[in-house]
């Protein structure tokens, strides 16, 4: 069974950081892009960031660039988040994703994603 599972949320101040990671178990994804969403309370479930299958092309939402890191260890079978200069806006449940499709890029759009984990709770109070 493939599983997708988050870890590293929590509860930090603004401007602190926290490290997401997400273990895949069930089959390898090193040729699979991955990629990051939330949802918070009370909206819609919203692109972070996503990775290509080989790590070498990134994309990040206006909201986080220069602030969120996303890489992957295709090693392990593991795709991270470093958050940085947390703010109270980024309080959201947090969700890895993986595509199916083999060496495909990565996409903003969440219907283009067919593996998710079941999300970790980052709070960043003010």
């Known amino acids: 069974q493939v599983q997708l599972v988050e870890s590293g949320g929590g509860l930090v101040q603004a401007g602190g950081s926290l490290r997401l990671s997400c273990a895949a178990s069930?089959?390898?994804?090193?040729?699979?892009?991955m990629g990051w969403f939330r949802r918070a309370p009370g909206k819609e479930r919203e692109f972070v960031a996503a990775i290509s299958w080989s790590g070498g092309s990134t994309g990040y939402a206006d909201s986080v660039q220069g602030r969120f890191i996303i890489s992957r260890d295709n090693a392990k079978n593991t795709l991270y988040l470093q958050m940085n200069s947390l703010k109270p806006e980024d309080t959201a449940v947090y969700y890895c994703?993986?595509?199916?499709?083999?060496?495909?890029?990565?996409?903003?759009?969440?219907?283009?994603?067919?593996?998710w984990g079941q999300g970790t709770q980052v709070t960043v109070s003010s």
């Open positions: 994703a993986a595509t199916d499709r083999r060496y495909g890029s990565w996409s903003l759009s969440s219907v283009d994603y067919d593996y």
């Open positions: 069930g089959r390898t994804f090193s040729s699979n892009a």
